[in-house]
């Protein structure tokens, strides 16, 4: 199952449904019966602690942590200079491993906030498009460049090693040595001394891994290394899931967001099944009388998000963006194959090529989301997108948008 379903304001209500039939049917806990992405978290055999909460050679901790703040929260902050009824000054930011300008719901407010930053450090392998809004920016090393340990919180449950193939290129470095430069120069080198193998090391030191024999030489020589015991490890395996009881518990007394923004919570919808309808997708929703389609936010399988953009073989298989309507609907608006086309609503528009496609019901269209602003003819189709949250659920609500189409 790809993720599509958790990108709307009610993501999470539709998960709920799928789950709960799974456990009242008996089709979780068994091999060849699962529900929902699978998400394996290395969280038995890596000790966090040694990026949370670091100390010095001499074992003192370091210097308390500021504030944190969600991504969603930062905007108002910036405008406000308030985080609920608490002062909050954000002066700067670093941006690293994300591309914000291009991935993020609502390009209008996310350019708004890059633009009222005062100063921006991006650090990236390539120019993206968060990039050129930056006051510094650092080039990284590719992955080929870096000794690092991979793991995935997504299918699979292996560690692999990842062996520096070749020195870094030209002034580049890694994250890790960044890091370690900017501790030194801030007068916290003590925290930072070591090496790439020594921290994944110093992660590797516990007691859940030593049970599972990982250590780095052990990955250096196998190069991939399972984290989860057994040939076959099967979540609720015969029905026992972690709750007091031991059973599928469709009741919660106690439910904690997975942000706060010091949003207003309805706790009534948290507590057990519930199901609303889309905030602009749904049929009946107020917005579709004025913007009649229900846009789709397509992952692009040639760009992973917004990486490879740059690359030119994968150019040949998705040049432009486009967007792909139904026959019906293009021949009711006029629209044939390669015609330039607007979609719009009241957050923003973009211009593209439209190609006709009978894979889309009527009433849907869908375009990739991976372009950058200067890829399409005019406007971002990142802009079309609301950032909107669910009240308790974090979710960007890239498929939960209704526009509408003319020719241009």
Same mark, same amino acid.
């Given at each position: ?6 990108? !709307? ?10 789950? $709960? ?83 993020? $719901? ?12 005062? =100063? ?55 994250? =890790? ?35 599972? *024999? ?23 395996? *015969? ?41 602009? $997708? ?75 496609? $009978?894979? !889309? ?19 971002? =189709? ?6 909107? !949250? ?19």
């Amino acid at each position: 199952m790809q993720l599509g379903a958790d990108h !709307y304001i009610n993501g999470h209500y539709n998960y709920w449904p799928m789950y $709960a039939i799974s456990a009242a049917t008996g089709n979780i806990g068994k091999p060849g019966a699962a529900c929902g992405p699978i998400c394996v978290l290395p969280n038995n055999c890596i000790d966090f602690m040694v990026s949370v909460a670091p100390t010095d050679t001499a074992g003192n901790p370091a210097q308390g942590a500021g504030p944190s703040y969600n991504a969603n929260s930062v905007l108002g902050i910036v405008d406000t200079g308030k985080f609920g009824d608490q002062d909050a000054v954000i002066k700067g930011v670093y941006i690293a491993t994300t591309n914000p300008a291009t991935v993020w $719901a609502d390009h209008g407010k996310t350019v708004d906030l890059l633009n009222k930053i005062e =100063f921006i450090v991006v650090a990236d392998v390539t120019m993206t498009e968060t990039a050129m809004y930056a006051d510094v920016l650092l080039p990284v090393a590719h992955w080929f460049e870096v000794t690092d340990m991979h793991t995935n919180c997504h299918t699979h449950p292996y560690f692999v090693w990842q062996e520096k193939a070749i020195e870094p290129q030209f002034e580049s470095k890694s994250d =890790f040595e960044i890091f370690k430069l900017l501790a030194e120069k801030m007068g916290y080198g003590d925290f930072f001394d070591f090496n790439e193998e020594e921290f994944i090391a110093m992660g590797l030191d516990n007691d859940g891994a030593k049970a599972l *024999g990982l250590t780095v030489d052990r990955l250096k020589e196998e190069r991939a290394v399972r984290f989860m015991p057994g040939e076959t490890y099967i979540s609720f395996e *015969g029905g026992k899931f972690l709750t007091a009881t031991g059973r599928a518990s469709f009741y919660k007394e106690s439910v904690a967001p997975a942000y706060n923004v010091g949003q207003d919570i309805d706790f009534s919808k948290e507590t057990c099944l519930y199901w609303e309808p889309t905030l602009e $997708a749904d049929k009946s929703s107020a917005v579709r009388a004025q913007y009649p389609f229900h846009c789709i936010s397509e992952h692009m399988r040639t760009r992973t998000h917004s990486q490879w953009y740059d690359v030119d073989y994968l150019r040949e298989f998705d040049p432009e963006p486009i967007v792909r309507i139904n026959p019906d609907d293009a021949a009711e608006l006029g629209i044939v194959e390669g015609d330039t086309v607007r979609m719009y609503n009241d957050r923003g528009s973009v211009v593209m090529k439209a190609t006709v496609n $009978a894979g !889309y019901p009527r009433g849907i269209v869908g375009s990739p989301r991976s372009y950058r602003e200067k890829e399409f003819i005019e406007g971002h =189709f990142a802009s079309l997108s609301t950032n909107q !949250y669910n009240q308790v659920c974090a979710n960007q609500a890239f498929n939960d948008v209704a526009v509408a189409i003319e020719k241009a």
